[in-house]
């Protein structure tokens, strides 16, 4: 069945760099629309970087110049760049997808989703 599996969280100080991976399996593993949400605890799950299979992406403000997601069609994973990362980074990080669709950072409109990969930046 899909699957989609995080990996690459971690514990960083401020400034410092992670790589996300995200592996995607099963009957559709090549997805339109593939992304990154965030969930710190006590808030709602928010939308970080989204991008489809032509390339195209969409950041969350926050992340802008900082983040950066691509993903690898051949090897069906997706990446998530992150640098100069800072305390309000840290979160719950979840790989999503979707099939043909409008791609954006609403989490809603996600159809399948990773357990997560944690992320704690510390100052």
């Known amino acids: 069945q899909v699957q989609l599996v995080e990996s690459g969280g971690g514990s960083v100080k401020a400034g410092g760099s992670l790589r996300l991976s995200c592996a995607a399996s099963?009957?559709?593993?090549?997805?339109?629309?593939m992304g990154w949400f965030r969930q710190a605890p006590g808030k709602e799950r928010e939308g970080v970087a989204v991008i489809t299979n032509g390339a195209d992406t969409d950041y969350a403000d926050s992340v802008k110049g900082r983040f950066t997601i691509s993903r690898d069609g051949t090897e069906n994973t997706l990446y998530l760049q992150m640098n100069g990362l800072k305390p309000e980074d840290t979160a719950m990080y979840y790989c999503?997808?979707?099939?043909?669709?409008?791609?954006?950072?609403?989490?809603?409109?996600?159809?399948?989703w990773g357990k997560g990969t944690l992320v704690t930046i510390s100052s």
């Open positions: 999503a997808a979707r099939g043909f669709g409008q791609c954006t950072l609403s989490p809603v409109q996600m159809a399948y």
């Open positions: 099963g009957y559709i593993p090549s997805f339109y629309c």
